[in-house]
């Protein structure tokens, strides 16, 4: 965001990006792909630059 120089406020007043979307991405909650789709378009960005797979701790186990 700070690379493109579109505030949090820019995101929520312009853009119409719902500030429990925003805490969800910095808690590491559930979001939907399209509100990731939508603020990539925003910061054209990819997903691969505002989100990291990382897997469960369950995941690595069960292989």
Do not use: W
């Amino acid at each position: 965001m700070k690379e493109r120089g579109i505030s949090q406020y820019a995101l929520y007043t312009r853009y119409g990006i719902s500030t429990s979307f925003l805490d969800k991405l910095r808690h590491n909650e559930n979001v939907e792909i399209r509100s990731l789709d939508i603020l990539c378009s925003i910061l054209k960005c990819d997903f691969g630059d505002i989100v990291e797979h990382i897997p469960d701790e369950t995941e690595s186990k069960e292989q």
